[in-house]
């Protein structure tokens, strides 16, 4: 507990004492990404922005060489109000071993070089999580950042640093300092427990001798709106503020009321297509089943099963095919459903305030009171999109 604690105490001094042992940017390097997306914002539409990396896509795809996600199970401790995971229609289970072996097998075939153990389900849950990591170590597939809400870890420490040559980060979801809002966002879970799961992780990461690198993501909505800013410093004995990072909240889950109540930019919502991931990513869930969709809550994007053919065939089979046409000519009728019904914000409203944070804790190393301040101030002119009186308030 003392170490956590020391640690603690030079990150806040390091933070905002206004010195530091490590050289010390200009302020305008903070400044210069938050101005251009500030000017991108005012200048260039939602849609026109959001569709202009589509120009050149066709229905052909290159299969990613990189990163193949492989769900392990569905099931999660928590039924989180932007995931509400209780509302997939599949048998909740964990991946068949023979199965998850044939997937791996498949996905290195394929060239790929990482994978993740999640979709809709936290892989800390997965009472055979050894078996699978040992299946990825002799298959020498690493596991990219194994992401979880941090509940869980005290019953899976050994494990996490035997296999620590598998895992190469670790990425916690965090997205409130204070009880009510936590148990309120992250249903069913209890922040004074993740503290003290959090503790004896970072205990045991400081006396590693080869630590894992940690992120930590927070989903912004406005029921933490008004604390965000203090995430970095509460949760500083964990990650190193830059290390985390801010999205607002899309309609991913298969509800969409919560998205609709509850993001901070309800009239600035728009259709999620054409949707990147056809072109970028493939999930394999548990049930062997190919998806092109990080949140496939009832296999509503499938277009492929392993075993049928090579994965490099089936990305490009004529299912996908169809799909991606579909939402390159925006014919909704087409397209899977789970994509008819998908929302999301200017993804650069997510880079912006990502940038901002960054700037008040790493550049200027302001208290997170100011930030905050700062934080509320620009919430309506980013709703009436008036992003002048944004970079006013920001201080271009």
Same mark, same amino acid.
């Given at each position: 507990?003392?170490?956590?604690?020391?640690?603690?105490?030079?990150?806040? /001094?390091?933070?905002?004492?206004?010195?530091?042992?490590?050289?010390?940017?200009?302020?305008?390097?903070?400044?210069?990404?938050?101005?251009?997306?500030?000017?991108?914002?005012?200048? !260039?539409?939602?849609?026109?922005?959001? *569709?202009?990396?589509? @120009?050149?896509?066709?229905?052909?795809?290159?299969?990613?060489?990189?990163?193949?996600?492989?769900?392990?199970?569905?099931?999660?401790?928590?039924?989180?109000?932007?995931? @509400?995971?209780?509302?997939?229609?599949?048998?909740?289970?964990?991946?068949?071993?023979?199965?998850?072996?044939?997937?791996? *097998?498949?996905? !290195?075939?394929?060239?790929?070089? /990482?994978?993740?153990?999640?979709?809709?389900?936290?892989?800390?849950?997965?009472?055979?999580?050894?078996?699978?990591?040992?299946?990825? /170590?002799?298959?020498?597939?690493?596991?990219?950042?194994?992401?979880?809400? #941090?509940?869980?870890?005290?019953?899976?420490?050994?494990?996490?640093?035997?296999?620590?040559? !598998?895992?190469?980060?670790?990425?916690?979801?965090?997205?409130?300092?204070?009880? &009510?809002?936590?148990?309120?966002?992250?249903?069913?879970?209890?922040?004074?427990?993740?503290? &003290?799961?959090?503790?004896?992780?970072?205990?045991?990461?400081?006396?590693?001798?080869?630590?894992?690198?940690?992120?930590? %993501?927070?989903?912004?909505?406005?029921?933490?709106?008004?604390?965000?800013?203090?995430?970095?410093?509460?949760?500083?004995?964990?990650?190193?503020?830059?290390?985390?990072?801010?999205?607002?909240?899309?309609?991913?889950?298969?509800?969409?009321?919560?998205? %609709?109540?509850?993001?901070?930019?309800?009239?600035?919502?728009?259709?999620?297509?054409?949707?990147?991931?056809?072109?970028?990513?493939?999930?394999?869930?548990?049930? #062997?089943?190919?998806?092109?969709?990080?949140?496939?809550?009832?296999?509503?994007?499938?277009?492929?099963?392993?075993? &049928?053919?090579?994965?490099?065939?089936?990305?490009?089979?004529?299912?996908? @095919?169809?799909?991606?046409?579909?939402?390159?000519?925006?014919?909704?009728?087409?397209?899977?459903?789970?994509?008819?019904?998908?929302?999301?914000?200017?993804?650069?409203?997510?880079?912006?305030?990502?940038?901002?944070?960054?700037?008040?804790?790493?550049?200027?190393? *302001?208290?997170?009171?100011?930030?905050?301040?700062?934080?509320?101030?620009?919430?309506?002119?980013?709703?009436?999109?008036?992003?002048?009186?944004?970079? *006013?308030?920001?201080?271009?």
């Amino acid at each position: 507990m003392k170490s956590v604690i020391d640690h603690l105490q030079a990150n806040l /001094r390091r933070l905002f004492s206004g010195t530091s042992s490590e050289k010390r940017k200009p302020e305008v390097n903070g400044l210069n990404p938050i101005k251009k997306l500030l000017h991108s914002l005012e200048t !260039v539409s939602a849609d026109a922005y959001h *569709k202009e990396s589509f @120009q050149n896509h066709q229905t052909i795809a290159t299969l990613p060489k990189k990163m193949g996600e492989i769900e392990i199970n569905d099931s999660c401790n928590l039924n989180c109000s932007m995931c @509400q995971t209780a509302l997939s229609t599949r048998q909740k289970g964990l991946m068949n071993l023979d199965l998850f072996e044939e997937t791996v *097998k498949a996905s !290195v075939a394929a060239g790929i070089t /990482r994978t993740n153990l999640h979709t809709i389900g936290d892989p800390l849950m997965n009472k055979k999580l050894r078996d699978y990591l040992a299946i990825l /170590r002799q298959y020498k597939l690493p596991v990219n950042a194994l992401s979880t809400n #941090g509940l869980l870890l005290e019953r899976h420490l050994d494990l996490l640093f035997e296999y620590r040559d !598998v895992i190469r980060s670790m990425r916690f979801s965090i997205d409130a300092v204070n009880p &009510e809002t936590y148990a309120k966002i992250r249903v069913g879970g209890n922040l004074k427990s993740l503290h &003290e799961n959090l503790i004896q992780f970072v205990t045991r990461n400081n006396q590693a001798e080869n630590p894992y690198p940690i992120g930590i %993501n927070a989903v912004v909505s406005m029921d933490n709106y008004h604390e965000i800013a203090f995430i970095p410093m509460v949760f500083s004995y964990v990650a190193r503020p830059e290390k985390f990072t801010f999205h607002h909240i899309s309609s991913l889950s298969p509800d969409n009321v919560y998205f %609709n109540t509850k993001s901070c930019f309800p009239m600035q919502a728009r259709s999620a297509t054409p949707c990147d991931m056809l072109w970028n990513s493939i999930y394999t869930l548990k049930e #062997g089943v190919l998806t092109c969709c990080c949140r496939d809550y009832n296999g509503d994007n499938v277009f492929g099963k392993i075993g &049928e053919d090579s994965l490099e065939k089936l990305f490009n089979g004529p299912l996908i @095919q169809s799909w991606r046409q579909a939402h390159l000519t925006g014919d909704f009728d087409r397209m899977p459903s789970a994509c008819q019904t998908c929302y999301c914000v200017d993804p650069r409203l997510d880079q912006l305030l990502h940038a901002i944070i960054q700037y008040f804790y790493v550049d200027i190393r *302001k208290h997170p009171v100011y930030l905050q301040s700062v934080l509320d101030q620009m919430l309506p002119c980013l709703q009436a999109k008036d992003y002048g009186t944004v970079g *006013k308030i920001v201080g271009l």
